[in-house]
C-alpha cells in the first residue's frame, strides 16, 4: 500500500497544480474550496482518527504529541505567510520585493513540504488500520488542493517559468511519499514499539489537522462572517466525510 498511497498523493498533488496553468479560479470559489476541505479533515479527525488513537495502550501520551502536531503547523504557518490557507495576495506582495524569486519562495514551498511530510506518515505499512489510513488518504488530497492550487498560482505570479514552477510543484508532492517511506523506515527498526510510534505520528497529524481545518473554517469569509455558501460547503465536506468513514467500514 505504501506505493498506492505514494502515488495517489503525488498524482493527487500535481494534477490540482496543473489545474492552474490551464484554468483560472478567483478567491470566492478557493475559499469554498478551503471551507469544504477544512470540514472534511474536521470531520475525520473526530470521527475516525481520535477514537482510533484512543483505543491505544500508549493512548496517554496522545495529547502531548497533538499539541506537538498543533506547534509544527504553527511554525508552518510562520513559513508560508498563509499562502497554503489562500492568502494568495499577501504572499504575492512579499515575493515581488525580494530580488529572488527562489530565496522569496523557498520558506513557502518548506513550510507545505514540511505539513505533507507529517501528515503522510501514518499511511505506512509498518502500521494496520487499513480504514483509518483510507479516510486520511482521502482528507489529504482534498485540502491538499487548494494548496496546490496556491502554490502553483504564486509560482506563476511571481516570474517562475512552467517548467520551474512544475519542478517546484513536484518537490511538494514527493514530500508525502518521503513521509510514508520514512515512516516504513523507523517501523522496520522498532517493531516492538509499533504501536507507540503509531500513536505518535497520528496524534501529530491530529494536531495539525485541527490546526488546518479550524484556521480555515473561521478564515475564509471576510470579517469572519459566515454566509450561505459557505455554510453549505461545510455541511457538505462534513456529509462526505461521514458517508466514507461509513463506506470504508
Given at each position: 500500500?505504501n506505493?498506492?498511497?505514494s502515488?495517489?498523493?503525488f498524482i493527487g ?6 489545474f492552474i496553468?490551464?484554468?483560472?479560479i ?7 474550496l478551503?471551507?469544504f476541505?477544512?470540514a ?7 470521527l ?6 484512543y483505543?491505544?495502550?500508549s ?6 504529541f497533538m499539541l ?5 503547523q504553527?511554525?508552518?504557518?510562520f513559513?508560508?505567510?498563509g499562502?497554503?490557507?489562500g492568502?494568495?495576495?499577501?504572499h504575492?506582495?512579499?515575493v515581488?520585493e ?12 518548506i513550510?507545505?513540504?514540511?505539513h ?8 505506512s ?9 483510507r479516510?486520511?488518504?482521502?482528507g ?6 487548494p ?11 511571481s ?23 520514512t515512516?516504513?523506515q523507523?517501523?522496520?527498526?522498532i517493531q ?7 500513536t505518535?505520528?497520528m496524534?501529530i ?16 469569509s ?6 450561505f455558501?459557505?455554510?453549505f460547503?461545510?455541511?457538505?465536506g462534513?456529509?462526505?466525510a461521514?458517508?466514507i ?5
Amino acid at each position: 500500500m505504501n506505493l498506492i498511497f505514494s502515488t495517489i498523493l503525488f498524482i493527487g498533488i500535481l494534477l490540482s497544480g496543473l489545474f492552474i496553468v490551464k484554468f483560472s479560479i478567483n478567491d470566492n470559489k478557493l475559499r469554498l474550496l478551503l471551507a469544504f476541505g477544512g470540514a472534511f479533515i474536521l470531520s475525520i479527525t473526530f470521527l475516525e482518527i481520535i477514537p482510533e488513537i484512543y483505543e491505544n495502550k500508549s493512548s496517554s501520551y496522545a495529547g502531548f504529541f497533538m499539541l506537538i502536531g498543533f506547534m509544527i503547523q504553527l511554525f508552518v504557518d510562520f513559513l508560508t505567510k498563509g499562502a497554503d490557507h489562500g492568502h494568495r495576495h499577501e504572499h504575492h506582495s512579499e515575493v515581488k520585493e525580494h530580488k529572488s524569486l527562489f530565496y522569496s519562495s523557498l520558506p513557502l514551498l518548506i513550510g507545505v513540504c514540511i505539513h505533507s511530510f507529517f501528515e503522510a506518515m501514518p499511511l505506512s505499512d509498518a502500521f494496520g488500520h487499513i480504514e483509518v489510513k483510507r479516510a486520511m488518504v482521502m482528507g489529504i488530497i482534498i485540502h491538499n488542493i487548494p494548496i496546490s492550487l496556491v502554490l502553483m498560482g504564486l509560482f506563476l505570479n511571481s516570474g517562475y517559468t512552467k517548467t520551474k514552477s512544475l519542478l517546484l510543484l513536484i518537490v511538494f508532492a514527493l514530500a508525502a511519499p518521503a513521509g510514508i517511506l520514512t515512516s516504513s523506515q523507523i517501523g522496520s527498526y522498532i517493531q516492538e514499539d509499533i504501536t507507540f510510534f503509531y500513536t505518535i505520528t497520528m496524534s501529530i497529524v491530529v494536531g495539525i489537522f485541527l490546526h488546518i481545518s479550524t484556521t480555515v473554517l473561521f478564515e475564509t469569509s471576510e470579517n469572519h462572517r459566515f454566509n450561505f455558501h459557505k455554510l453549505f460547503s461545510i455541511l457538505i465536506g462534513i456529509g462526505l466525510a461521514i458517508f466514507i468513514i461509513k463506506a470504508l467500514e
